[in-house]
């Protein structure tokens, strides 16, 4: 455990002296493993990009790693792609924002480069806090409101994939899946928690979900959606907040869950079909990022397509004087 300390620390020290890139660039990292809500939050900043006065006519650009992706180097996400070719959570990206440039590239120094020369004018970097070789204009650090990293401990004996100090490089820090209303002693708390300075951002966000949006729109038969039970199947590290969410509208009588980012096979797709047809009344809902990995099977079973439906989320902030602040960096970003 020490050794993994050293390494730790090596690697952090490396990344402070790191060069930036050629335009601005937002990190949106965490110290955990998974579940923060990395995707969620890339979106939410594209949103706030899109929207701003300063970047709106500026080519908006987002680079990951592609997590679990089969393709090598760097590489263009369309539209069309497979979650095979660009790892799930940027082709979600992709498919929710067309007009940005998504790419992926485990060397994000040479994917910064390559979506330069291809006219970028700012890049979100989805989970780069720990890349060393590369130090953002702009680093959010995401912490989970139901796993502290101050209750937490280093991998293995926990889920932390750096050290917990490291949350001080953070340029600010957000809070994430928080509850909808907050009291200030909350807020007071975890600052105190954090060890952070008092003029460090802390911010606090929490999860809303859309309507369901059918995965196979020309097959949907929209009045699943207003069946009173569900049957939920999810590929995600945490997905307590989703069945809160859809326990509010359906009566979930079956739940599957598989590893976070599962590549969906012929043997999960029967076994999913095996549990609507145990309850053929039920809608069948999933989330975004699971319906892009659905999407590469290649055999999928004609009662699943026209009752699948994924549960679109977005991030809002607990209050707005949060968002503000998070506007104004944006907008002071160089």
Known sequence: ??????ILKRAAKAWRKASGAAVPT????????????KTPHTEMILRLLQDSDR???????????????KSKGFQLVQTDSTAAFSG????????KFPAVTVAVDKNRVEGCARLV????????????FQ?????????????????????????????????????????????????HELDPEDRDEWREKLQLAADKPLYFTTLDY??????????????????????????????????????????IVEVLKFPDHHAYSKVDMWQIAAAVRKYPTAALLTTEKDAARVLDCKKIDDILRGRLFAVPVKVAFVEEADKESLDEKLVNLV
């Not at 990293?149 to 926990?158: A, T, V």
């Not at 009045?223 to 569900?230: E, I, L, Q, V």
């Open 88 to 95: 799930d959570e940027p082709l979600q990206i992709k498919r």
């Open 55 to 69: 970047w709106e006519n500026t080519d908006l650009a987002v680079l990951s790693r592609g997590y679990k992706r």
């Open 210 to 251: 859309d309507a369901p949006v059918p995965v196979f729109p020309e097959e949907a038969d929209m009045r699943y959606t207003y069946s009173k039970t569900a049957i939920l199947f999810t590929g995600i590290a945490d997905d307590s907040q989703l069945k809160a969410h859809l326990s509010d509208t359906y009566k």
């Open 131 to 179: 890349y060393k070789k590369l130090h953002a204009s702009l680093n959010m650090v995401l912490v989970d409101w139901k796993r502290p990293i101050f209750e937490d401990k280093l991998l293995p004996f926990g889920r932390l994939r750096d050290l917990p100090s490291r949350i001080h490089d953070a340029d600010l820090v957000i809070v994430t899946k928080c509850p």
């Open 1 to 6: 455990m020490l050794i993994h300390r050293l």
């Open 117 to 128: 020369e291809a006219g970028a004018g700012i890049i979100v970097l989805d989970d780069a």
């Open 26 to 37: 937002i990190c949106v990292g965490n110290i955990t493993v998974g579940g923060t809500g």
